[in-house]
């Protein structure tokens, strides 16, 4: 069992930028592939960006050029380093996790294991 722990998330001005992370803890198997969701006030939840075990990377159209996901094997932790914000970013942000292969390990495979979120509200 996997357990997913966000940190980071705050206010920020448009333009501003803030980088938020995820501990994985618990199993050693089942965090091949992470990302990064996201859900806006009435909005579905969205797929932001992926990162596979030897570090693939997938973004959504939004957040190309903003965002940047990375990862720290040793320390089990993805982040998400989020520049140029807008105020259609503001979301709860969730991490995700899965024993998923790097060939298939995008936002919209179908993840394990989930965080709590952590609020995101860029102010204009």
């Known amino acids: 069992q996997v357990q997913l722990v966000e940190s980071g998330g705050g206010s920020v001005q448009t333009g501003g930028s803030l980088r938020i992370s995820c501990a994985a803890s618990?199993?050693?198997?089942?965090?091949?592939?992470m990302a990064w969701f996201r859900q806006g006030p009435g909005k579905e939840r969205e797929g932001v960006a992926s990162?596979?075990?030897?570090?693939?990377?997938a973004y959504a159209d939004s957040v190309k050029g903003r965002f940047t996901i990375s990862r720290d094997n040793d320390r089990k932790t993805i982040y998400l380093q989020m520049n140029n914000l807008k105020p259609e970013d503001t979301a709860v942000y969730y991490c995700?996790?899965?024993?998923?292969?790097?060939?298939?390990?995008?936002?919209?495979?179908?993840?394990?294991?989930w965080g709590q979120g952590t609020q995101v509200t860029v102010s204009s």
């Open positions: 618990g199993g050693a198997d089942g965090t091949a592939c």
């Open positions: 990162i596979s075990e030897i570090s693939n990377v």
């Open positions: 995700a996790a899965g024993q998923i292969r790097w060939m298939e390990c995008s936002p919209g495979a179908a993840f394990t294991y």
